[in-house]
């Protein structure tokens, strides 16, 4: 039976109205709530100037500035000092950089067919990655500290060390590093997770888009079905990093895709550390790594593979949590089980244990050690019979029953639903390949997504069973399409991504859609953040976007009374132009950045904001 949470004591704020076509380009709070810029992309973290956006950017100012497309995030307090709390009013916000758009960065209309060079290779790295930043309120307002011994770059060039069963694999070792155990770099952070022993976990996702190679390497050699398995395709997304540098050529460098697709732990507090990429926890398109400690101190970490029709994984550490000593919890995340869960219709689940030797996961059938099941993550689920999920986003942890939430966000390849796209590959994906509806991803014309929740047997985040059900069916309740309209208990949205607990108990869900308003979204209106009450599902509108963003990444200081989140690419358009849809946040909408002060400036910039009530109160009470 599913054990309701606690009543969080209602939402205590007005909806604010769909941002429906023609989009206002702004940031719309309820009343009695204010939005500020915190940060955004080009920023400071130093001293030295700001970036000028209408400039192009040079990877020596991105090394020192606020990287490209916020996403996931996590605010660090400092040690609080009593009554009040320092940690309250002190922080280090920790953002990922989850990709770029090459126009912006460069400045060109047309980067497809651009002289493509190693200096723009190095410029696009430098805006991805991670930025630590050390934030302090003064006179009630949030702002950069700057610099701060704290503020930090990690980009795709900053040197990471490979933990785990993957460590040293011969999957994984090139010519530059034969060691197989140092990768530059860590891409693609989409959302994260933060641990107790107050690390960082940013999460690699869609790493496959950024390599490449010729059409005559491909015709020489085809891809692998390794390589397909993970999205490898000639042009991968676009980007044509591989036309400058063989290291994202994978003809040139074949393992360097196996480099990437891990969990990579930061450790925020010293500035000096080496990102770790934790490969016990598998590789795929890690969306977010959800970190529960259960009461006895064993440690979960869920995490989903955002692709359609893939899987959903925990990770149990062998060894305890250790609150007292955290030089103890350091190496936590290298050993342990991992498992991908099988959603069974009548609400239990599985734990499917991803263990060499066990299942059929032997050399016979591929997999030659544990290192190249965590390699070969996705092939190795397949063989266990895991369930296929329509997308698995972020995991939120309910912080009293340590129920788990998922965000499914949408799937069009179930069942006999005739809708379509292209595969990456240029192939397409036949009707009868495609998984049959279950009780888990019931509708084959999943479009707007939905939201499940699991809890562990018995409460024990290392038991192998769990029982589930779905929270929400999300939908136009205005569709004339029954199965399109969801049910949800207030406000409708689609597209759930980004999803977080406060405190309190209060579920906030980001959603992450076309965001222009137009067609399926012509009611639902433009991306935004919700808040939802798990006991009731009462469900209400409590941030409306920019035009053409996603709303994506949501923290708070501890005292739940400054709320920051992250709105990612505003205006974006890859057949247009991104500035005839937006200008925010320097349009001054919102507020001039607070850093850059640049006025007018015609180029959108995704950012972090800070939301407070106006009472002093807890954002959402
Ligand atoms: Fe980067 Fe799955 O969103
Ligand atoms: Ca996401
Ligand atoms: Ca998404
Ligand atoms: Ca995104």
């Known amino acids: 039976a599913h054990a309701a949470p606690s009543p969080i004591g209602g939402i205590g704020f007005t909806s604010v109205p769909a941002n429906i076509a023609p989009m206002t380009d702004a940031i719309t709070v309820p009343p009695g709530y204010t939005a500020r810029v915190l940060i955004s992309w080009g ?3 130093t001293n030295a100037p700001h970036w000028d956006p209408s400039t192009p950017m040079t990877e020596a100012v991105q090394l020192r500035t606020y990287g490209a497309h916020t996403d996931g995030m996590h605010y660090f307090p400092f040690p609080s000092t009593g ?9 280090l916000l920790v953002a990922n950089h989850e990709y770029v758009d090459p126009g912006l960065v460069h400045n060109t209309t047309t980067y497809s067919t651009d002289a493509m060079t190693l200096d723009w290779v190095n410029t696009q790295l430098a805006a991805h990655g991670v930025s630590v930043v050390e934030v302090q309120e003064r006179n009630g307002e949030f702002g950069v500290r700057r610099p701060s011994a704290f503020n930090r770059r990690i980009t795709g060039k900053t040197a990471c060390t490979v933990t785990g069963p993957a460590s040293g694999h011969p999957m994984l070792r090139t010519a530059a590093d ?5 990768v530059l770099g860590t891409l693609n952070n989409c959302a994260h997770g933060h641990t107790p022993w107050g690390t960082y976990l940013a999460c690699e996702e869609n790493f496959n888009g950024y390599f490449g190679s010729s059409a005559a390497a491909l015709a020489a050699a085809p891809l692998t079905a390794h390589e397909r398995r993970y999205g490898m395709a000639q042009g991968g997304f676009g980007y044509r990093w591989h036309e400058a540098e063989p290291r994202f050529d994978f003809r040139a460098t074949p393992n360097e895709p196996n480099r990437f697709g891990w969990v990579v732990e ?7 550390s080496t990102p770790m990429k934790r490969t016990a926890l598998g590789r795929f398109k890690h969306e977010s790594a959800g970190v529960v400690v259960g009461s006895d101190n064993k440690v979960a970490v869920y995490m989903g593979d955002d692709e359609r029709n893939e899987y959903v994984y925990k990770f149990v550490c062998a060894k305890r949590f250790d609150a007292k000593n955290r030089a103890a919890n350091r190496d936590l995340l290298d050993s342990g089980t991992l498992y991908v869960a099988r959603f069974n219709g009548d609400g239990s689940g599985v734990w499917l244990p991803l263990v060499w030797g066990q299942n059929g996961l032997t050399s016979e059938n591929g997999f030659a050690d544990q290192g190249e099941v965590v390699i070969k993550c996705r092939q190795a689920a397949d063989r266990v019979g895991a369930t296929m999920m329509d997308r698995p986003e972020w995991v939120a942890v309910h912080p009293t029953t340590r129920e ?17 796209s292209n595969n990456v590959d240029g192939t397409t994906t036949a009707a009868s390949a495609r998984p049959a509806v279950d009780a888990a991803n019931p509708r084959p014309d999943n479009r707007y997504g939905h939201i499940i929740r699991w809890r562990d047997t018995g409460g024990d985040v290392g038991a192998t069973s769990f029982e589930w059900d779905i929270f929400a069916e999300c939908g136009d309740s205005l569709s004339p399409v029954a199965h399109l309209q969801g049910n949800i208990n207030g406000d409708d949205y689609g597209a759930p991504d980004g999803l977080w607990f406060d405190n309190d108990g209060r579920l906030w869900i980001q959603t992450d859609q076309a965001g222009n308003a137009l067609g399926d979204w012509a009611n639902i209106g433009g991306n935004v953040m919700m808040c939802a009450d798990p006991a009731t599902g009462e469900t209400r509108r409590f941030l409306t976007s920019p035009r053409n963003c996603e709303v994506t990444g949501v923290t708070s200081t501890p005292d739940g009374k400054s709320m920051f989140v992250g709105i990612q690419h505003p205006g974006e358009d890859w057949s247009g132009s991104f500035t005839a849809n937006s200008t925010w946040p320097d349009s001054g909408v919102n507020g001039p950045t607070t850093a850059s002060g640049m006025g007018e400036v015609a180029k959108p910039r995704s950012s972090v904001v800070v939301i407070t009530k106006d009472d002093g109160g807890v954002i959402g009470s």
Do not use: C, H
């Open 404 to 420: 788990v939430y998922l965000t499914l966000t949408n799937n069009n390849r179930r069942g006999t639903n005739p809708a379509s």
């Open 266 to 272: 930061i450790d925020p507090w010293n500035p000096n």
């Open 178 to 182: 034969a060691s197989g155990t140092q």
């Open 83 to 91: 009554a009040g709390g320092l940690g309250n009013t002190r922080g």
């Open 43 to 45: 920023d400071s973290l």
